[in-house]
Protein backbone atom coordinates (compact mmCIF):
# COMPACT_ATOMS: atom_id res chain seq x y z
CA UNK A 1 0.00 0.00 0.00
CA UNK A 2 2.82 2.27 1.05
CA UNK A 3 4.74 1.50 -2.12
CA UNK A 4 1.73 2.34 -3.81
CA UNK A 5 0.84 5.36 -2.75
CA UNK A 6 4.60 6.64 -2.93
CA UNK A 7 4.22 5.74 -6.61
CA UNK A 8 1.24 7.98 -7.19
CA UNK A 9 2.86 10.70 -5.79
CA UNK A 10 6.14 10.66 -7.96
CA UNK A 11 4.07 10.13 -10.93
CA UNK A 12 1.87 13.29 -9.86
CA UNK A 13 5.54 15.06 -9.52
CA UNK A 14 6.63 13.99 -12.87
CA UNK A 15 3.48 15.33 -14.37
CA UNK A 16 3.67 18.88 -12.65
CA UNK A 17 7.66 18.85 -13.44
CA UNK A 18 6.95 19.82 -17.39
CA UNK A 19 8.01 22.77 -19.40
CA UNK A 20 5.79 25.86 -20.41
CA UNK A 21 6.09 26.28 -24.23
CA UNK A 22 7.01 30.51 -23.85
CA UNK A 23 4.26 32.79 -25.11
CA UNK A 24 4.28 34.88 -28.24
CA UNK A 25 6.31 37.35 -27.81
CA UNK A 26 8.45 36.94 -24.33
CA UNK A 27 11.30 38.57 -23.34
CA UNK A 28 14.62 36.90 -22.28
CA UNK A 29 14.92 37.53 -18.40
CA UNK A 30 18.59 38.40 -18.81
CA UNK A 31 18.56 40.38 -21.90
CA UNK A 32 15.22 41.36 -23.31
CA UNK A 33 15.42 39.80 -26.36
CA UNK A 34 12.95 37.92 -28.09
CA UNK A 35 13.19 34.30 -26.36
CA UNK A 36 11.45 32.85 -29.65
CA UNK A 37 14.07 34.27 -32.10
CA UNK A 38 15.83 30.80 -32.63
CA UNK A 39 13.21 28.11 -30.99
CA UNK A 40 16.07 25.26 -30.62
CA UNK A 41 18.10 27.45 -28.36
CA UNK A 42 14.88 29.20 -26.18
CA UNK A 43 15.81 27.81 -22.26
CA UNK A 44 13.26 27.99 -19.44
CA UNK A 45 13.36 28.33 -15.90
CA UNK A 46 10.21 27.60 -12.93
CA UNK A 47 10.64 29.06 -10.11
CA UNK A 48 9.30 27.80 -6.97
CA UNK A 49 6.95 30.14 -6.56
CA UNK A 50 5.64 28.53 -9.79
CA UNK A 51 6.57 31.33 -11.89
CA UNK A 52 8.13 30.46 -15.45
CA UNK A 53 11.29 32.89 -16.93
CA UNK A 54 12.46 32.45 -20.35
CA UNK A 55 15.78 32.74 -22.05
CA UNK A 56 16.64 33.06 -26.21
CA UNK A 57 19.76 30.54 -24.67
CA UNK A 58 20.84 28.35 -22.34
CA UNK A 59 23.68 31.00 -21.43
CA UNK A 60 21.41 33.47 -20.46
CA UNK A 61 19.15 31.09 -18.40
CA UNK A 62 22.13 29.60 -16.95
CA UNK A 63 23.24 32.89 -16.10
CA UNK A 64 19.96 33.32 -14.20
CA UNK A 65 19.88 30.35 -12.63
CA UNK A 66 23.34 30.84 -10.85
CA UNK A 67 22.01 34.54 -9.69
CA UNK A 68 18.86 32.71 -8.50
CA UNK A 69 19.47 29.18 -7.95
CA UNK A 70 17.64 29.06 -4.32
CA UNK A 71 14.37 30.59 -6.03
CA UNK A 72 14.74 27.68 -8.89
CA UNK A 73 12.61 24.59 -8.87
CA UNK A 74 13.01 23.53 -12.80
CA UNK A 75 15.43 24.17 -15.24
CA UNK A 76 14.19 23.35 -18.77
CA UNK A 77 16.51 23.75 -22.44
CA UNK A 78 15.85 22.23 -25.68
CA UNK A 79 18.17 19.34 -27.04
CA UNK A 80 20.52 20.90 -30.03
CA UNK A 81 18.99 17.75 -32.49
CA UNK A 82 15.88 16.99 -31.28
CA UNK A 83 14.38 20.21 -30.35
CA UNK A 84 12.34 18.55 -27.27
CA UNK A 85 12.95 19.82 -23.84
CA UNK A 86 15.26 18.56 -21.66
CA UNK A 87 16.23 18.64 -17.78
CA UNK A 88 19.11 20.89 -17.87
CA UNK A 89 20.81 19.94 -14.75
CA UNK A 90 20.95 16.48 -16.49
CA UNK A 91 21.77 18.23 -19.70
CA UNK A 92 25.20 18.11 -21.33
CA UNK A 93 26.48 21.38 -22.87
CA UNK A 94 28.69 21.82 -26.08
CA UNK A 95 30.24 25.38 -26.30
CA UNK A 96 29.02 26.92 -30.21
CA UNK A 97 30.02 30.18 -31.89
CA UNK A 98 27.16 31.29 -32.83
CA UNK A 99 23.92 31.87 -30.46
CA UNK A 100 21.50 34.83 -30.57
CA UNK A 101 24.01 37.04 -28.95
CA UNK A 102 27.58 35.25 -29.97
CA UNK A 103 29.07 32.23 -28.60
CA UNK A 104 26.80 29.86 -26.46
CA UNK A 105 25.86 26.66 -25.16
CA UNK A 106 24.11 23.63 -27.37
CA UNK A 107 22.26 21.20 -24.74
CA UNK A 108 22.11 17.83 -25.62
CA UNK A 109 20.52 14.65 -23.73
CA UNK A 110 23.00 12.63 -24.38
CA UNK A 111 26.42 12.11 -23.66
CA UNK A 112 27.32 10.46 -26.79
CA UNK A 113 25.43 13.09 -28.90
CA UNK A 114 27.63 15.77 -27.89
CA UNK A 115 30.94 14.43 -27.56
CA UNK A 116 29.97 14.03 -31.47
CA UNK A 117 28.85 16.99 -31.88
CA UNK A 118 31.33 18.57 -30.22
CA UNK A 119 34.29 16.63 -32.19
CA UNK A 120 37.56 17.53 -30.32
CA UNK A 121 35.99 20.09 -28.33
CA UNK A 122 34.91 19.89 -24.50
CA UNK A 123 31.59 18.90 -23.20
CA UNK A 124 30.75 20.05 -20.06
CA UNK A 125 27.66 19.02 -17.27
CA UNK A 126 25.60 21.53 -15.05
CA UNK A 127 28.52 21.23 -12.41
CA UNK A 128 31.34 22.14 -14.94
CA UNK A 129 29.84 25.57 -15.38
CA UNK A 130 30.37 28.83 -13.67
CA UNK A 131 29.68 32.07 -13.49
CA UNK A 132 32.99 33.23 -14.56
CA UNK A 133 32.52 30.68 -17.64
CA UNK A 134 29.86 31.62 -18.45
CA UNK A 135 31.33 35.68 -18.29
CA UNK A 136 34.24 34.57 -20.77
CA UNK A 137 31.67 33.38 -23.74
CA UNK A 138 30.13 36.78 -23.24
CA UNK A 139 33.26 38.20 -23.92
CA UNK A 140 33.54 35.71 -27.53
CA UNK A 141 35.76 33.22 -25.99
CA UNK A 142 34.78 29.71 -26.88
CA UNK A 143 36.08 27.01 -24.68
Not at 69 to 74: D, N, Q, Y
Amino acid sequence: MKKALLFTLLGFLFVLAQPKEPPKGERCVVCSMDVNIDPKLTSQIKLKDGSYKYAESPKHILQFYFENRGKVAELWVKDYESGKWIDGTKAFYVPIKEGPMGPDLAPFRSKLSAQKFAGKGKVYQLKDITKDFLKHLDMGHVH
